[in-house]
């Protein structure tokens, strides 16, 4: 089985990062969607969304995305993008305020496993910020670079006074990013962990699948509720 989380071999510099945070900072943040998710302060400005714009921070597979025209401004964080040679759908930086908590949650479709993967590079954080996936905390520092699977109940505290900023890319798997994870340890062979849940954790994705009814979720639901 692979790791939750693993660390990507590639360090960025935190001086560039922090730079161009401040070209963002004069852009809106955006409250993030889910509401009952968090407690505190939870935003996101998109560099790269499914309409274009900046203030646009929903996120569904299969969609066209575009690059926003902030990301136009922000000549390093291109830079990280064309790092990853894969397509990528939602860029976004992502900003958990002091004090605030995003709960335990599942993303369903986020593991390397279904064809995803979704990075992490902290842009501001410290020793006070707890990020746990699958119940184990993951020490993301400063201009490091991280993939976890989101498909596991992952969850972040941030008990300090400042807030928690992170750059995040969607990436979608091919032949470039199998190589990748190979060195980094993966089985890439491996088949997604969907039929293995634990009956909490099942139930879960199952609420998150039910805030968006379709044909292809109803199917999806079913299917895990048979097993």
């Given at each position: 089985?692979?790791?939750?989380?693993?660390?990507?071999?590639?360090?960025?510099?935190?001086?560039?990062?922090?730079?161009?945070?401040?070209?963002?900072?004069?852009?809106?943040?955006t409250?993030?969607?889910?509401?009952?998710?968090?407690?505190?302060?939870?935003?996101?400005?998109?560099?790269?969304?499914?309409?274009?714009?900046?203030?646009?921070?929903?996120?569904?597979?299969?969609?066209?995305?575009?690059?926003?025209?902030?990301?136009?401004?922000?000549?390093?964080?291109?830079?990280?993008?064309d790092?990853?040679?894969?397509?990528?759908?939602?860029v976004?930086?992502?900003?958990?305020?002091?004090?605030?908590?995003?709960?335990?949650?599942?993303?369903?479709?986020?593991?390397?496993?279904?064809?995803?993967?979704?990075?992490?590079?902290?842009?501001?954080?410290?020793?006070?910020?707890?990020?746990?996936?699958?119940?184990?905390?993951?020490?993301?520092?400063?201009?490091e670079?991280?993939?976890?699977?989101?498909?596991?109940?992952?969850?972040?505290?941030?008990?300090?006074?400042?807030?928690?900023?992170?750059?995040?890319?969607?990436?979608?798997?091919?032949?470039?990013?199998?190589?990748l994870?190979?060195?980094?340890?993966?089985?890439?062979?491996?088949?997604?962990?969907?039929?293995?849940?634990?009956?909490?954790?099942?139930?879960?994705?199952?609420?998150?699948?039910?805030?968006?009814p379709?044909?292809m979720?109803?199917?999806?639901?079913?299917?895990?509720?048979?097993?």
């Open positions: 089985m692979n790791p939750s989380s693993s660390r990507l071999p590639i360090t960025f510099s935190i001086e560039k990062l922090q730079q161009e945070l401040t070209i963002c900072e004069n852009d809106l943040w409250p993030h969607f889910n509401t009952n998710r968090y407690e505190g302060n939870w935003t996101s400005v998109s560099l790269r969304s499914q309409s274009g714009l900046v203030n646009d921070i929903t996120s569904f597979s299969n969609k066209e995305y575009q690059n926003t025209p902030l990301l136009d401004r922000c000549h390093y964080f291109k830079e990280i993008m790092w990853f040679q894969c397509e990528k759908e939602a976004r930086l992502l900003r958990l305020g002091p004090n605030s908590e995003i709960k335990e949650h599942v993303d369903n479709d986020t593991s390397y496993e279904d064809g995803f993967f979704r990075i992490h590079v902290p842009i501001i954080t410290n020793s006070e910020v707890y990020f746990y996936v699958d119940k184990k905390l993951v020490p993301m520092k400063m201009g670079c991280w993939y976890a699977n989101f498909q596991l109940p992952h969850s972040v505290e941030n008990k300090s006074a400042e807030p928690r900023i992170h750059l995040t890319l969607d990436c979608i798997r091919n032949d470039w990013s199998d190589k994870f190979t060195e980094m340890g993966f089985d890439i062979h491996a088949s997604s962990n969907k039929n293995e849940y634990s009956d909490e954790i099942k139930q879960q994705i199952i609420a998150e699948l039910s805030r968006n379709s044909e979720t109803a199917k999806i639901i079913a299917d895990l509720q048979s097993k």
